[in-house]
């Protein structure tokens, strides 16, 4: 082979039509005749399909084993690159060399229905099929997209611990190790770090893996997950729901332009992203539980919704809604109080459509000492372990408001996937620790 | 006050030139006479000297009040901008109203002297003082800059997992946590993950938290630390340095642009920062040790580097150098082995200029199966801990190549800090577990 030829990558094909160029990856598929085989080729940017005329090639030798390459070795191809509006992707390869770097075993995915067990003991492999690589480049995406917002409104990023020193609400769904001679447990939740560096800041947020030990078994649960948390210094409840759509509205414009071709592999309808525009229908607590009395379901006033609720509440709307102002006990202990309606807390959820649930949760925080005094004790929780958090209230303490958005439901439901274990690379639950 | 005001950050004053605003913060510090109060005010984007005329106020009551603000209260002030080029940041405010949201109690951050384990015991608050500002919004900066760099390469991001199955090297160094049923060990590289990835994706990345539970005191080392991981297939060492030094080069680009300001804080010389350009040097191993033996340190052949040598060798050169091709024995098992002297293997590290060591380390990966299953087998690990890794090579292996870099050691060099504890927001020593 001409090893002159430029080097070209399945997703820049068409800066070379009609041009010879030199390709490399893993053969995905392929079928063949006597005289001509048909290569799918992947290299990790895209997938083309190659064609390999018997009579093109070098040699027949060639071509004869060209046809028996075992799917998923690797290969080095060379070829004309022709513009074909039938093709996936716009373009194919007329081949003229196919040589193989490493040639594969047996593969064990196979085009057959697989169990997701089975797949997701080979998820080192399954990454490489069309459904997950989508799904991971969205979720790649969305993730750059999530950081660019908050750089351009001009949020300082500032990573939160991963290792706490205290277990305040329990050691129940907390994993905990041994931190030489002290206990340690893994964050679930930078809140109250972004707290004390908003007032630093002003402005920040900070997104990394949060873990937690719930022998949970749903579609929406993993042990490890990614999180986001913007704060706001000088910020109110309103603040956090202007920010909150903003930020997923462009994000999703962002994968509605870079993503296209994954949302078309995944077979979701775009014009469902589309509509996602700011604003977003803003409820108070006690009027969605109108809407769920008016669809059939009455729940006592205080009570949280479950998954069932949340998606009614969601199908009563078209685009994701804000359900603010909740009664004190469903939500924690650091809420500031509402002024209006002391039974109140300023918090704030956003509800996914589509019964993807709850994607954000957020609010206001207290910010006055002696109200947080009383709220660690009717808690029951250690003021000594709270120390540095009141330090915020005792040294300049102001109006402060945030959120947290959960990675992993946020991207499923951009990629209408059921289970949340599909939109991470190596999925953490209660059953599964490996590979 | 005119709530109709304009509201101005200190950042964003020269938007506001000879106009009044509205400015919200905190009261930095401050001194006055029994005509003029001069308040530095801070509101997390900078710090803006205050100017209050008691004949400029509203009230005397008002100029009295100002004048006994404690440091550190939240405060709302209005004034007119005044542009001023011997001011920090170019302008002033000349105060027309000042008014205390939150009077703070006694700080217990005073201009004078403190340990660094006072400050770090008071990190929470710490975070607002000069210092820590500028290094955490260099972080910032690099962190993006980073991720920008890598988005803009057209690598995909792809989370490595933090709990992991296997302490195939000893358990001495891993953090160990009970996963329900199981142990897990929190990640100290996703390196083997960005393998499995990069044969997927073909150019990716991951960026998160690794652990390290070294009884290790140094200034180099922290036991929570952020890793940021490229893996690029069809690739080998000269990839890999062409990458590293493109990266460094771009994000110090970046810091230069966007935090001249913090630079200065810091006292740290732009100019050592400009003249880090591409190519940087690359010597082997082999030249290494005679760069060494030259400076009067002879190492035997096979030994490892340690700070002292690597400052040695930082010293010998303007730039970042690269050392690569070592002694099989000082790497790990996967490194690929060099086709032209079988007792060398294809890593690369760099070592930073001035003292900073050794921030990146990387090379390429053997690609052979035979070659892996008897590097397994020599280094004593357990070989069913690695049959999904071995996978990697059974199907479609491919030379490929990458490196980790340590965020802390990078953001120390630019920032010219001593310890990289101070590069951290909230840092976790063998000593250091809160706040």
Partial sequence: MQTTLPLASVKKLGEFVDQDVRLRGW????????????????????????????????????????????????????????QDDRAPG??????SHVETYSEAGEYPITPKEHGQSFLMDH???????????????????????????????GFTLVDAPIFTPNACEGTSTLFQTD??????????????????????FGNVYCFGPTFRAEKSKTRRHLTEFWMLEPEMAWADIDDVMQLAENMI?????????????????????????????????????????????KQGKTLAWGDDFGGEDETIIANSFAKPVFVHRWPREAKAFYMAPDPEDDRLVLGVDLIAPEGYGEIIGGGQRADSLTYLEEQIAAHDLPPEAFEWYMDLRRFGSVPHAGFGIGLERFVGWICGTHHVREVIPFPRTMNRLSP
Avoid at 60 to 72: H, L, N, S, T, V
Wanted: charged fraction near 25%; glycine fraction near 6%; hydrophobic fraction near 45%.
């Fill in 123 to 153: 998820r080192h492999l399954w990454l490489r099929s069309r459904l997950p690589h989508a799904i991971l480049s969205i979720r790649s995406s969305v993730e750059f997209a999530l950081r660019s917002f908050f750089d351009r409104e």
């Fill in 27 to 82: 053969l995905y598929g392929g079928r063949s005749s006597g005289k001509i085989a048909f290569l799918m080729i992947r290299d990790g940017t895209g997938v083309v399909q190659g064609v390999l005329a018997k009579s093109d090639v070098e040699d027949e030798e060639m071509f004869q084993a060209a046809r028996k390459i075992p799917q998923e070795s690797s290969i080095i191809v060379a070829g004309k690159v022709r």
């Fill in 90 to 95: 716009g373009y194919e390869l007329l081949l």
């Fill in 249 to 293: 509205a462009s994000v999703i414009g962002t994968v509605l332009e870079r993503n296209a071709a994954d949302l078309a592999t995944l077979e979701r309808d775009p014009a469902k992203l589309e509509a996602i525009r700011p604003p977003f229908p803003r409820i108070t607590y006690a009027e969605a539980l109108e809407v769920l009395a």
């Fill in 179 to 200: 931190y030489f001679d002290k206990q340690a447990y893994l964050t679930q939740s930078g809140q109250l770090y972004m707290e004390a560096a908003a007032a630093a």
